[in-house]
């Protein structure tokens, strides 16, 4: 069974706020081209928050291959047990530049962010970069063409980025970058952020980035 989603891209998010009368005080949002509020449903208390010398290699969550959808086992597996990668394999033994986007196909991550970090892969790479990941809380299939759309090389060992897909937005949560974008029509997703980390510990964190055509120049810096 063949599986597709149609995104229709291109928008702008302008701020807004609701509150519904008797709500808690955290059952409420703000939406914005540069933030939304976290979700609101679970508690403080059972979320971790990213800074400087943070080892994400103690998450148990796992990240998804971005990839095609394959029509025969003997293209290989659509299964997410079997394209889950640890924090471990990601960031250890290697310094990792993360740029995290709220979707695919949509307005400023495919204008302005992605373009700004493949313009300047071979910078990042001089400076001994290991590898460069676009994360996004979205399916594999989606971040896969999304990359191919915009000609990224994703398919060898001297790729440009590295997409990966958080499908659930399990490790967004866990790390209280979750954002509400219902009012854009996108769910729950991830906040815009970048990070370097160097054998899974981070070295640097910009939150809620509003500049998503300069932020590739801002972390490049922080190498």
């Known amino acids: ?11 702008v998010v302008k701020k807004a706020a609701a509150a519904a009368a008797g709500a808690s005080s955290n059952a409420h949002a703000h939406v914005s081209g540069a933030a939304a509020s976290s979700a609101s449903s679970r508690g403080a208390s059972l979320r971790r928050f990213i800074s400087v010398g943070m080892d994400l290699t103690a998450s148990p969550s ?12 003997a293209e290989g597996s659509n299964l997410a047990a079997d394209n889950a990668v640890t924090m471990s394999n990601i960031f250890e033994n290697k310094k990792v530049a993360v740029f995290g986007v709220p979707a695919p196909f ?19 790479k001089s400076r001994g970069v290991d590898e460069i990941i676009c994360y996004s809380v979205t399916d594999p299939y989606a971040h896969w063409n999304w990359a191919k759309s915009m000609n990224v090389d994703v398919d060898n060992s001297n790729k440009q980025i590295t ?19 219902t009012a854009a029509s996108l769910g729950i997703r991830s906040s815009r952020f970048s990070m370097m980390v160097e054998d899974g510990v981070v070295k640097s964190f910009n939150a809620d980035i509003e500049d998503a055509e300069g932020d590739a120049k801002v972390l490049l810096g922080q190498v």
Not at 1 to 9: C, G
Not at 106 to 124: R, S
Not at 166 to 172: I, Q, R
């Open 62 to 73: 796992s990240w998804q291959k971005s990839r095609p959808w394959h029509m025969t086992d």
């Open 106 to 124: 949509t307005g400023t991550c495919t204008n302005a962010h992605v373009p700004g970090y493949t313009a300047m892969v071979d910078e990042f």
């Open 1 to 11: 069974m063949m599986l597709f989603a149609s995104i229709r891209p291109c928008f």
């Open 163 to 181: 997409f990966m897909a958080d499908v659930d937005g399990t490790w967004a949560k866990e790390y209280d970058l979750d954002r509400d974008y």
